[in-house]
């Protein structure tokens, strides 16, 4: 036994941590962490790999993120680092399970994804979500497993402090209301009973909600998007450090070709869990999705420096491909960089499969293709894409 000491047992982990001297911490830890239910223990054998130590003002968190300890002042801020510590630890002793970062809340019985992307207010919205009636699966991390299922980790809710004052004050009033441990930066929300899924609490996927806050939209937006577009923001928004690209686009690409995939525009979160209460049944219960239907653009992609026009070029042999509808795949070995190719980027792709070819020839190929496209235009693209290829290692000089 250690003096002062005691382990913390979760489900899944077993020995996660060890507290010594920590009054405060391990009940706003429990708070936290209200679906993932935390055992204590007398401390003994060898130390967990998280360690905190220390009183309010003065916790040092020692861990595999911070090997050397770190000094944090308030649990609340402790909590939120050891809960990064334990999400990592626990995909570490389950390789089999994807961790994905996005928040999840359940429609119909099925789970509906909102990938990160920065600054688009995932956990305000989650907590809309909450307060409209969702039931949240989490707001940053979601498990994915062998069978394409979505499982919890029973994780509360963090919103960053303050919120913002063009939020409606419903949602102030509900934040407060629901509020749990909390310090100048972030607050835990303590949501209704079973209103949070619990650990290990599983359901299929339903939809994939791609987030993009416009402070200028007057009512929200759910738009169609194209199926890919899902699966590149899944495969840039995993915890899964020991899978491969193959496995991982294996794991992900049957997932896509049957979830729709959609862009939710919105100013104001309340707001936009409203839209999304009243259309996303819709698109979870509704028919497949139409090859005509109108989707949105993806973003732009970054030009290149274009490539002399009369230097030939050929495909790299060391390429993996994977289709997803119209859109291809490409992971470079044994790099496993994965590149996704626009329509025009397929098409040179597949005349460098078949032979070395200077952008000129390409140019002048594609010209009789797309008769109604400026020829200069089509100059600079051509020229500009294979600078991009080049780049990522994808075609090299013959």
């Given amino acids: 036994m250690v003096a002062g000491a005691q382990d913390l047992m979760l489900p899944g982990i077993g020995s996660a ?3 010594t001297g920590c009054r405060v911490f391990p009940k706003v830890l429990e708070a936290a962490l209200p679906g993932w239910p935390l055992r204590a223990v007398s401390a003994g054998g060898p130390a967990p790999p998280i360690r905190v ?28 680092n050891v809960i990064v510590d334990l999400i990592e630890q626990f995909l570490d002793q389950h390789p089999e399970w994807v961790g994905l970062h996005c928040a999840t809340v359940e429609v119909n019985g099925r789970l509906v994804l909102f990938p990160e992307c920065h600054r688009s207010g995932k956990s305000t919205l989650t907590a809309a979500l909450a307060g409209a009636g969702q039931r949240i699966f989490g707001d940053d991390v979601l498990v994915l ?9 029973g994780i509360a809710p963090r919103l960053r402090l303050p919120l913002p004052a063009s939020v409606d004050v419903a949602l102030h009033t509900y934040t407060a209301a629901h509020a749990g441990p909390e310090d100048q930066r972030y607050r ?18 339903g939809a994939v909600v791609l987030l993009e806050r416009d402070e200028r939209l007057e009512t929200p937006e759910l738009i169609p998007l194209a199926p890919s577009e899902g699966l590149t923001r899944l495969l840039r928004q995993h915890f899964a450090h020991d899978l491969s690209s193959e496995a991982l686009m294996t794991r992900f690409l049957p997932l896509m070709q049957s979830l729709p995939c959609r862009l939710l525009r919105y100013s104001e979160p ?14 979870i219960d509704g028919p497949g999705e139409c090859a005509d239907e109108t989707l949105a653009e993806p973003a732009a ?5 274009p490539v002399a026009i009369d230097e030939p070029w050929r495909a790299t042999t060391h390429v993996r491909e994977y289709t997803l509808e119209d859109e291809r795949f490409l992971i470079l070995q044994p790099s496993g960089a994965i590149h996704r190719l626009n329509a025009t980027g397929q098409l040179i792709w597949g005349l460098l499969r078949s032979e070395p070819m200077t952008a000129r020839e390409i140019v002048e190929l594609l010209a009789g293709h797309f ?23 994808l075609v090299v000089p013959d």
């Fill in 371 to 393: 008769n109604d496209v400026p020829a200069e235009r089509i100059d600079a693209d051509v020229r500009a894409l294979l600078g991009g290829l080049h780049a990522a290692g």
């Fill in 188 to 205: 835990f929300l303590a949501l209704p009973a079973g209103q949070l899924a619990r650990h290990d609490e599983s359901l299929p996927l």
């Fill in 145 to 153: 497993d062998r069978e394409g299922q979505g499982m919890a980790l």
């Fill in 17 to 19: 941590l060890r507290v």
């Fill in 270 to 283: 309340l707001q936009a869990a409203r839209c999304l209460g009243d259309l996303l049944p819709g698109v």
């Fill in 53 to 80: 130590d220390g009183e309010v003002g003065a916790y040092r968190l020692v861990s595999d993120a911070f090997p050397e300890g770190v000094a944090l002042e308030s649990p609340v801020e402790v909590a939120g």
């Fill in 301 to 305: 992609e970054t030009r290149h420096a």
